[in-house]
Nanobody, 120 residues
Framework: VQLQAFGGGLVQPGWSLRLSCAAS????????MAWYRQAPGKQRELVAA???????RYSDPVKGRFTISRDNAKNTAYLQMNSLKPEDTAVYYC???????????????WGQGTQVTVSS
């Protein structure tokens, strides 16, 4: 199983970006999917998470600006980031709890990270 994150880049404050996280390989079921971020010198922190049924939660700094969604048919999660601020600058990582087959327990998987830089 692999997770690949896409969509990072350099944008100005107030702009938007959309990140994608695609899971591939032997997949029986994907439970929670989430986005984390890690800024230089800081610990990795949860940004947003979504359950298989679509229940969402967000960290306080991004509430009202970011939206997490998923397409279960495509094994893909998205993070729509609006009104970006310089403090959103970080490497963004996707995370998913994936069950590879009906007989296996679910495991935790991480994508490779994508850089988001917000600067004027």
């Amino acid at each position: 199983v692999q997770l690949q994150a896409f969509g990072g880049g350099l944008v100005q404050p107030g702009w938007s970006l959309r990140l994608s996280c695609a899971a591939s390989g032997s997949i029986f079921n994907i439970w929670d999917m989430a986005w984390y971020r890690q800024a230089p010198g800081k610990q990795r922190e949860l940004v947003a998470a979504i359950t298989k049924d679509g229940n969402r939660r967000y960290s306080d700094p991004v509430k009202g600006r970011f939206t997490i969604s998923r397409d279960n048919a495509k094994n893909t999660a998205y993070l729509q980031m609006n009104s970006l601020k310089p403090e959103d600058t970080a490497v963004y990582y996707c995370n998913a709890v994936i069950q590879g087959s009906a007989l296996r327990r679910a495991d935790d998987y991480w994508g490779q990270g994508t850089q988001v830089t917000v600067s004027s």
